[in-house]
C-alpha cells in the first residue's frame, strides 16, 4: 500500500497544540510517546477525554513525535481508524454489550450480547435460504477468488443493508468500532461443520499486485469483525497463534481486531484462523471494514 506521509510544517497553530491543553496534557503526550504508545490509541484517548478536537489532537502528536525525534514517521491519514470498544458495558441500539477481554499485540476485544439469539436464528435461516457455496479464497498471484484446502467452510454474501435485519446489524457494528458503514463490506456468512477449517491467515491484503487490485477498491482492511451465530458443540475455536489466543465461539458474541500498525501496513501479529470444528456446526458472520468507502 502506498502511505502518504504529510510534512511536518510549524505553523503557528501546530507549535501551539502541544501546550494548548496544559502542561499536564504535554506531559501526557510526550511520555506516551516517548514510552512507544500507538498514536491512534493515543489519539482516541484525547478525543475521549473531550478536551481534544481531532485536528488539535493530530497537531500536538506531530508537533510531540517530531520534537522527540522519533525515527518511525507517522501517517496522520491512518490516525483516522475502526475503534477497538474498552472494556466495559455499552448501550447500542438498546442492547447492552459487554467488552470483556482486550488484548493490544494484537488489538483484539472480545465482546457479548452483541446479537440476541433471535437474531443469530433469524440471520441463520435467511442465510440457508439463500444457499451456503463452497468458500474461496484470494489467491496471492493473480488475485482470483479460488477454493483452497485452507479453508473449507461454506458462505453466503449479504449485499449491504439486504434486509432490514442486516442494515441494523450493519449500523450497530459500525457505531460499535465508531467506524461509517458506508466503509463495511457486504456481511458474510459462514458455516463450518465437522471437521472444517480455516487456517491462519491474514484479513489485511498483501502488498503484492494481486492485494493491489483490492486495495484500490475502498483501500486496506483495517478491522475484521467477526459474530458467532451458532455454537458448535465443541472446537472451532478463534485462534491469534502470534499470542497463543484462543476464543470459543459462543451465538451472539463477538471478536473485534486489527489487521494493520499505526502505520496501516499489515500487522504481523493480526495472523489468526479458525480451528476444526469437532462436533456440531459453527456458524459466523464476518464485517471487514476499509479505510475508505466500499460501494
Ligand atoms: O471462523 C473463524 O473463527 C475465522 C477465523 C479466521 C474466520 C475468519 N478468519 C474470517 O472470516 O476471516
Ligand atoms: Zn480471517
Avoid at 47 to 55: D, F, H, I, P
Avoid at 228 to 236: E, K, M
Wanted: charged share 20%; hydrophobic share 40%.
Amino acid at each position: 500500500m502506498v502511505v502518504a506521509h504529510h510534512p511536518i510544517s510549524f505553523t503557528p497553530t501546530l507549535g501551539n497544540a502541544l501546550d494548548s491543553q496544559g502542561p499536564s496534557w504535554r506531559e501526557w503526550v510526550v511520555t506516551n510517546l516517548r514510552a512507544g504508545c500507538d498514536p491512534i490509541d493515543m489519539k482516541g484517548r484525547m478525543l475521549e477525554s473531550g478536551a481534544w478536537s481531532e485536528q488539535s489532537a493530530i497537531d500536538a502528536l506531530t508537533i510531540a513525535a517530531h520534537q522527540l525525534h522519533l525515527n518511525r514517521s507517522i501517517d496522520f491519514d491512518t490516525l483516522a481508524m475502526p475503534c477497538l470498544p474498552d472494556l466495559g458495558t455499552l448501550n447500542l441500539d438498546g442492547r447492552p454489550i459487554d467488552v470483556t477481554v482486550r488484548l493490544n499485540t494484537p488489538a483484539v476485544a472480545l465482546c457479548e450480547n452483541v446479537l440476541s439469539a433471535g437474531e443469530c436464528t433469524q440471520l441463520l435461516a435467511y442465510a440457508r435460504k439463500k444457499g451456503f457455496v463452497p468458500s474461496t479464497v484470494v489467491d496471492d498471484k493473480d488475485g482470483a477468488n479460488v477454493p483452497h484446502p485452507e479453508r473449507t467452510s461454506s458462505g453466503v454474501m449479504f449485499a449491504k443493508a439486504e434486509t432490514p435485519l442486516v442494515a441494523r446489524i450493519e449500523a450497530r457494528l459500525a457505531e460499535l468500532t465508531r467506524w461509517p458503514v458506508e466503509h463495511g463490506e457486504g456481511l458474510q456468512i459462514l458455516a463450518y461443520r465437522e471437521g472444517q477449517e480455516y487456517r491462519p491467515h491474514f484479513d489485511a491484503f498483501a502488498e503484492t499486485e494481486a492485494g493491489a487490485s483490492h486495495l484500490r477498491h475502498g483501500g486496506q482492511r483495517l478491522n475484521t469483525v467477526i459474530v458467532y451465530l451458532r455454537t458448535p458443540r465443541s472446537g472451532g475455536a478463534t485462534v491469534f497463534p502470534k499470542a497463543g489466543l484462543s476464543i470459543r465461539p459462543r451465538a451472539g458474541g463477538a471478536v473485534v481486531f486489527r489487521n494493520v500498525d499505526s502505520q496501516g501496513q499489515r500487522d504481523p501479529a493480526s495472523l489468526h484462523g479458525g480451528l476444526p470444528v469437532d462436533d456440531g456446526e459453527k456458524v459466523i458472520l464476518t464485517l471487514w471494514q476499509r479505510q475508505r468507502r466500499f460501494e
